[in-house]
């Protein structure tokens, strides 16, 4: 299994990601911007279709949450209604995942690429010889130069800015394709969600090598690139307000959530 | 308030999840080692003093064994034996932000096999660090640098000794010398990049290769460079010397010959991966392992004599004894070759991966082993005779 892996996905990107290296000057660092790159803007279609099915599976949350609250006693009836439900919307349910797994593989090896050809070990060194190609361009390539902008890309930023970068980016990406619950505990779990998971990957950041943390960056801002083109501007996400805002009454929330999701029924009674 | 709990947490744990997901990519997929990749840990040979063998452990430890009392099963350390614990307070070679000393990524790791002047034993450490002990106790004499926190960056290469002074080698690209008996800095010569290897001293010249594929010669009094020449790839593995010429291998996976003089290049051997090992010659002949689990046996004018295959890259340098060649392959198979035919003597496994050179004592061969382990191979019977853990519980 783990032969099949390298052969077929790991050594050819990471012998590529090597010899782009070499092209540009043995500039590791452009090598990781220009491959992220790359795969993305070839995965585009398939960002696409994830994106797409995201937001029809999102448009119907309304009316799954409606299913869910008649049928709550009888889950058989439930399964029945919300399959018919998918079917006359014509949504498959794991429609947005699939994309997400055929992407997967290629981020997983574009990610052990990175960190297998900057070898900050001897032992990585030695474990690399394995991967490469009988390439000239290969050969001469190795060891990377592992300076860019100022950093050592094997080793984590000791600065905070790297880890500020990967944070900002994710977040604002995750902003623009989360949609607001109507359910407010639903809206504080995944508000939640969109906060720890950047703030995790800035933590991981401080002590994983930079080269890695560069690639996040570079793959969010393409990623939010691609969400602003595709999605038709900034999606969810709101720049946050410079004028002040009106204070809110004590039970603005729970009252702002009902007519939220009554303004919802009636655009889509409207939409039927 | 307890709602607010509930979906904390499980916001929380669903972002833990996905997180758990996306690392795992970069965990044991392909044998990668981790986000971080592996943890820098050493390979160190052994140097003998007396009736010992002495080596640094991967948990940053000079222990110098004694065979026979390990033969014997003595609980250790018995008779001669010692332990010296290198205490890691150096910032290490790749530490971040979020890095203490102690948990350093760069861990403790000795590559280089210590080297023996008189009653003093010298070891370098990943982290950036001379240690200079008593032979004999394995107690410190001196530490360079002197400051606990300073650091002279990754050292991967052996110590040589001409045994007035040290020369090595350092990730900072610098070659440095020190007096021998006292730890004073001498002399230091930069170069433009990384040097993992090990300096080879002869008549009063060092030569040495860096990963920016410069190869120089420079003079051990001084530090003067006398030649340096520029190769198409980096420098991979020690030099060898012999006569006028200087062999060593490159990462475009070629074997070197060049002139001993000038640098200029006689001829150039590819082999089907890098030569990562120090060539060994003897009698007019060039034996190179190479991480393409092969030996190559080559004449002084780089023609193919013979080449022995064996089952798993070939990392450490062989070793010469007799009218035999020692090998270890990666996986933990020792070979014992004939040098004339390169036909195999005799096999026997140690059973786990190896990266350290063979020691070899007539009959006996010593490896030190990932599994932590010494492991002691009588190659005449083919059996491991007795092995002993560096973990030192």
Known sequence: MIDIWNVAILDPLLNGLIALSQVLYKNFGLAIIVLTIAVRLILIPLTFRQTQSTKAMQELQPKLQELQKKYARDQKKLQQEMMRLYKEAGINPLGCMWPLLIQMPIWIALYQSIIQALAATPENLLALSQHLYQWDMVGQAIPLNEEFLGLKLSQPDPTLILALLVGATMWVQQKMVTAPATDPRQQQMSSMTTLMMPMMFAFFTLSFPSGLALYWVVSNIVGIIIQYITGGGWGYFKFPSLRPQPQAAPAAPQKSAQETKALKEGSDKKKG | ?393
């Not at chain 2, 790791?109 to 001379?130: H, S």
């Open chain 2, 1 to 393: 308030m307890m709602k607010n709990l509930k979906n904390y947490i499980r916001g929380t744990l669903t972002a833990v999840i996905l997180l758990l997901v996306f690392v795992m990519g970069c965990s044991d997929l392909s044998g990668g080692g981790g986000c971080s990749g592996t943890q820098a840990q050493g390979w160190s040979g052994f140097a003998a003093y007396q009736k010992d063998i002495c080596f640094g452990s991967m948990e940053g430890r000079v222990i110098a064994l004694n065979p026979q009392a390990r033969s014997d099963n003595k609980t250790f350390p018995a008779d001669t034996e010692w332990v010296y614990i290198i205490k890691t307070s150096a910032p290490g070679a790749a530490c971040g932000a979020l890095c203490t000393p102690s948990a350093s990524a760069a861990g403790q790791g000795i590559y280089g096999t210590p080297a023996v002047v008189g009653d003093l034993i010298y070891v370098g450490t990943y982290t950036g660090k001379i240690y200079a002990l008593n032979a004999s106790r394995g107690v410190v004499r001196w530490i360079y640098p002197r400051e606990a926190l300073d650091s002279v960056g990754a050292i991967v290469g052996s110590i040589v000794t001409d045994n007035q002074s040290l020369f090595f080698a350092s990730s900072n690209g610098k070659v440095y010398c020190l007096d021998a008996a006292t730890g004073d800095y001498k002399w230091e010569y930069q170069t433009s990049n990384k040097i993992w290897i090990t300096p080879t001293l002869d008549n009063g010249i060092l030569y040495l290769g860096n990963y920016g594929g410069e190869v120089f010669a420079l003079a051990a009094d001084t530090g003067r460079p006398v030649w340096n020449v520029q190769v198409p790839s980096a420098v991979a593995s020690s030099i060898a010397v012999d006569g006028d010429v200087l062999y060593f291998g490159t990462f475009d996976s070629y074997l070197h010959a060049v002139d001993k003089a000038t640098g200029q290049e006689k001829w150039k051997y590819q082999g089907g991966n890098w030569f990562w090992a120090k060539p060994v010659v003897k009698d007019g002949k060039i034996y190179a392992a190479c991480l393409d689990s092969k030996l190559y046996a080559l004449d002084t004018s780089g023609n193919e004599l013979w080449k022995y295959v064996a089952d798993s890259p070939l990392v450490s340098t062989p070793a010469i004894a007799g009218t035999a060649i020692y090998l270890v392959g990666d996986k933990g198979m020792l070979y014992k070759v004939d040098i004339q035919s390169g036909a195999e003597i005799t096999r026997t496994p140690v059973g786990y991966t190896v990266f350290s050179n063979p020691y070899v004592d007539g009959d006996m061969v010593y490896v030190y082993a990932r599994d932590h382990n010494v492991y002691a191979v009588d190659m005449a019977r083919g059996v491991v005779v007795w092995k002993f853990s560096s973990y030192l519980k």
